[in-house]
């Protein structure tokens, strides 16, 4: 992929994030949010490698999966505030969107369980196309019941489904290497699947390790496991600036910072063209937060519509008994 392509996506996630942390000091944003500054990279990388009809199933931290898929962002920022324009009608939030016009099925809140729904989605899709699902989550997720029960079914299933831990060494303040026994890629390959620790902070890597799998499992070799070696440059969350939690010690996050993703995609695209991009984006972006702020709340009366499914089909050939 050019590498001006995968900038601009890194860069598109950073201000958005950045723009969003604004919202959030402003009180525009109300619920706060889960940044995923730092781990521009595999966001990126990973959907470079997906076609538009491939599936993501995201996570709490997932405003770059939706972004590097396509998402709007003007229509996402929208829905960070509840707005009524949002991609959900503001009902989802910061912590459980889904982009359906651009295939991303929803971010699970609750940690790894977003993998059995991905695990799900792989088999239904692997019935009658060579489509390709990926599901993301974080290292808290990787003693989770719920993941390994997926890692199961979809080594049984030989369905075509990525799981992609993005692995930034803190479940919330919980430092993983006090929390995992074993490794992260041992855990998909008890169940016999093939499993990778790859570097996620640079975009080239990312996508390379990305094609490979997702082109694996287009071709019918079932699903594997990518864990990329990433960090998360803000807190667990927001609300943290107010708590003042202590758990990282600076001199750890001053190393992940010498090797900022986003700065070394930088230096592979020329002066130029970056002060192009970057302008392009901040004009979007002032745009995507004229849009959210200005938008309307959505009408109480309308609180239960959406709530429950309607207009389901059984598939082709499936028995109504």
């Known amino acids: 992929m050019n590498a001006a392509r995968l900038y601009r996506t890194m860069r598109l996630i950073r201000r958005f994030e950045e723009r969003a942390i604004e919202l959030v000091r402003s009180g525009d944003i109300a619920s706060g949010i889960h940044p995923c500054i730092g781990q521009e990279a595999v966001a990126a990388g990973v ?41 959900d009608r503001g009902r989802a939030g910061s912590f459980h969107p889904s982009d359906f016009s651009v295939g991303v099925y929803g971010a699970s809140g609750t940690v790894g369980h977003g993998a059995a729904i991905a695990a799900g989605v792989a088999w239904a899709v692997g019935q009658d196309s060579d489509r390709v699902v990926v599901s993301f989550f974080g290292d808290g997720a990787v003693s989770q019941g719920a993941l390994l029960e997926s890692f199961n079914l979809a080594a049984l299933w030989q369905v075509p489904v990525v799981f992609v831990c993005e692995n930034n060494y803190y479940a919330t303040t919980l430092p993983a290497d006090t929390a995992i026994a074993g490794t992260v890629t041992g855990r998909a390959e008890a169940f016999g699947i093939p499993a990778y620790t790859v570097d996620g902070q640079d975009a080239d890597v990312v996508l390379e390790a990305a094609a490979g799998a997702v082109g694996r499992a287009r071709a019918g070799g079932g699903p594997s496991l990518l864990e990329f070696s990433t960090y998360r440059y803000e807190g667990h969350h927001t609300f943290e600036r107010t708590m003042r939690l202590r758990y990282r010690d600076e001199a750890e996050v001053a190393r992940w910072r010498a090797r900022d993703p986003l700065a070394l995609q930088a230096s592979r695209v020329a002066p130029g063209e970056r002060e192009r991009i970057d302008a392009e984006i901040e004009t979007l972006l002032d745009e995507a937060v004229r849009y959210a702020v200005e938008s309307p709340q959505p ?23």
């Open 47 to 87: 959907c470079a490698a997906l076609r538009p009809d491939d599936i993501v199933l995201s996570n709490h931290r997932g405003h770059g999966h939706l972004l590097a898929k396509g998402s709007d962002p003007g229509r996402f920022l929208a829905e960070l505030a509840a707005k009524d324009t949002g991609i």
């Open 299 to 321: 009408d109480p009366l309308d609180a239960f519509d959406h709530l429950y499914a309607g207009g389901m089909r059984v598939r082709a050939g499936v028995s109504h008994a």
